[in-house]
């Protein structure tokens, strides 16, 4: 048991750089105290003793504001940020590792009891702030799940799920992006990066492309101006040449 302890203490100060001793986070921080709650609730539960687990589940919601069900599975070193106001249902499954910050919910969608009603998250498995994880399906190792983010589908290990409905990113561009930019291995924070929505990587894209047309469309109003000058038979339209794509202020729009 202390064993257990010591390791949830230890992966808190590795992930939270906030955290500054081991006293502080057994004293201080309501997401260990909530694991600490739910393991003597998920054994009553798991033997026959359902009123009591329930009520130890009641008094842990009271006094951290995270409501894990007694019935539900969490594995070693899962790490609730923050977490005010998280919901985990009857048979929802944390792995090894996990991270979820405030306001996630792994709920379920369906009323038959019995039932694998809730989501299971594998190993090192990154929540973030607000996403909603509905369903008795997997989200596999090493995945992320965006802020605000609503699952309804099996997301693959090492994947990105971002958006509303959810939009997954397939490991090997996830992994791409992440070792282009400097960040691979880094511990992703709220689940999500710059540059992991999708939409907004095509809009960029798309943005990038025309502004590239522009540029070569102001090179042929050159050359067509030269040629008017050596000919004196053809004008260009002023207006047409002074046109401008602004590829600057979309991409603001659209964002970073």
Same mark, same amino acid.
């Given at each position: 048991?202390?064993?257990?302890?010591?390791?949830?203490?230890?992966?808190?100060?590795? *992930?939270?750089?906030?955290?500054?001793?081991?006293? @502080?986070?057994?004293?201080?921080?309501?997401?260990?105290?909530?694991?600490?709650?739910?393991?003597?609730?998920?054994?009553?539960?798991?033997?026959?003793?359902?009123?009591?687990?329930?009520?130890?589940?009641?008094?842990?919601?009271?006094?951290?504001?995270?409501?894990?069900?007694?019935?539900?599975?969490?594995?070693?070193? +899962?790490?609730?940020?923050?977490?005010?106001?998280? +919901?985990?249902?009857?048979?929802?499954?944390?792995?090894?590792?996990?991270?979820?910050?405030?306001?996630?919910?792994?709920?379920?969608?369906?009323?038959?009891?019995?039932?694998? *009603?809730?989501?299971?998250?594998?190993?090192?498995?990154?929540?973030?702030?607000?996403?909603?994880?509905?369903?008795?399906?997997?989200?596999?190792?090493?995945?992320?799940?965006?802020?605000?983010?609503? +699952?309804?589908?099996? +997301?693959?290990?090492?994947?990105?799920?971002?958006?509303?409905?959810?939009?997954?990113?397939?490991?090997?561009?996830?992994?791409?992006?992440?070792?282009?930019?400097?960040?691979?291995?880094?511990?992703?924070?709220?689940?999500?990066?710059?540059?992991?929505?999708?939409?907004?990587?095509?809009?960029?894209?798309?943005?990038?492309?025309?502004?590239?047309?522009? *540029?070569?469309?102001?090179?042929?109003?050159?050359?067509? @101006?030269?040629?008017?000058?050596?000919?004196?038979?053809?004008?260009?339209?002023?207006?047409? *040449?002074?046109?401008?794509?602004?590829?600057?202020?979309?991409?603001?729009?659209?964002?970073?």
């Amino acid at each position: 048991m202390f064993d257990r302890l010591r390791s949830d203490i230890r992966c808190i100060l590795e *992930r939270d750089p906030a955290a500054h001793s081991a006293f @502080e986070v057994l004293t201080l921080y309501p997401g260990l105290h909530a694991v600490m709650l739910h393991r003597p609730a998920h054994w009553c539960w798991n033997h026959g003793a359902k009123w009591l687990g329930n009520f130890i589940a009641h008094l842990g919601r009271w006094l951290t504001g995270i409501e894990i069900h007694p019935g539900a599975k969490i594995g070693n070193r +899962v790490f609730f940020d923050h977490a005010m106001g998280v +919901v985990v249902g009857e048979t929802a499954e944390i792995g090894d590792g996990c991270t979820i910050y405030q306001g996630v919910t792994l709920g379920g969608t369906s009323l038959y009891k019995g039932t694998k *009603r809730h989501p299971t998250l594998g190993r090192d498995v990154v929540v973030g702030a607000g996403a909603k994880v509905l369903g008795g399906f997997t989200v596999g190792d090493g995945a992320r799940i965006g802020s605000n983010a609503v +699952v309804t589908r099996p +997301v693959p290990a090492g994947a990105t799920a971002v958006g509303i409905p959810a939009r997954i990113i397939p490991a090997g561009e996830a992994q791409l992006r992440d070792k282009v930019e400097g960040r691979e291995g880094a511990f992703a924070a709220y689940g999500v990066t710059q540059g992991d929505d999708p939409l907004s990587l095509a809009m960029r894209g798309l943005i990038d492309s025309a502004s590239t047309q522009d *540029r070569q469309i102001a090179l042929l109003w050159q050359a067509i @101006e030269k040629l008017s000058q050596q000919q004196r038979d053809c004008v260009p339209d002023e207006a047409a *040449r002074k046109e401008c794509f602004e590829a600057q202020k979309l991409t603001e729009l659209v964002g970073k």
